[in-house]
């Protein structure tokens, strides 16, 4: 499959409004912390902005109020994977992305066929608190080989500038959310990942 170069993860759907009217093409819905009717209003008016726009929308760890809700894309963290059922996942016609941050995650990783892979943090972050060091661009350049034609994603740290170096270095697309999020304007910056993240025609 073919992912969008520019991948934006949103802490709530209110950010769609927004961003998905600048062109966003590729969108994760990350919540943590929120009660479950609340989560699933959030999924629900996330896959309808999505849908209007004609954006594909990756719902993070809540996997069961997504498929219940009708999404197709799932993403989840080793930790999440673990309590996750997968078949599940798979029989749904799901497709799947998983986190990984070292040689034996992404071994678990392959063994489920993802639609991508994730590798972070390839720089310092702020968005969470990691237990791993930050990768590099070279590290991109070696996860890309070892995936055999999956997708890669990279992760933490991001700026518009560093995200042409991993694009460069192989990864499939850029995934960011601190950058745009806490610009002073986030619409401005959208536009700008864009520009930089997509073939010119």
């Known amino acids: 499959m073919m992912l969008d170069p520019f991948y934006l993860i949103v802490d709530g759907a209110h950010w769609l409004e927004r961003l998905l009217p600048q062109g966003l093409r590729l969108v994760q819905l990350r919540i943590k912390d929120r009660p479950a009717d609340a989560l699933r209003a959030e999924i629900a008016r996330a896959r309808a902005l999505c849908a209007q726009y004609g954006a594909t929308l990756v719902?993070?760890?809540y996997w069961q109020i997504a498929l219940e809700e009708g999404c197709d894309f799932i993403h989840l963290g080793q930790e999440d994977l673990a309590e996750a059922d997968v078949p599940a996942i798979r029989r749904a016609g799901c497709?799947?992305?998983?986190?990984?941050?070292?040689?034996?995650?992404?071994?678990?990783?392959?063994?489920?066929?993802?639609?991508?892979?994730a590798l972070g943090p390839v720089f310092p972050t702020t968005l969470k608190q990691l237990d791993w060091a930050p990768q590099g661009v070279a590290r991109v350049t070696q996860w890309k080989a070892l995936l055999k034609g999956t997708p890669l994603v990279a992760i933490g740290g991001l700026t518009p500038e560093r995200a042409q170096m991993v694009l460069a270095a192989g990864a499939d697309s850029a995934a960011v959310a601190t950058d745009v999020l806490g610009n002073a304007d986030p619409e401005a910056r959208t536009r700008l990942w864009l520009d930089v993240t997509r073939p010119q025609a």
């Open 59 to 61: 719902i993070n760890d």
């Open 95 to 117: 497709r799947l992305g998983l986190s990984t941050h070292d040689e034996r995650e992404l071994d678990v990783a392959l063994a489920l066929a993802p639609n991508y892979v």
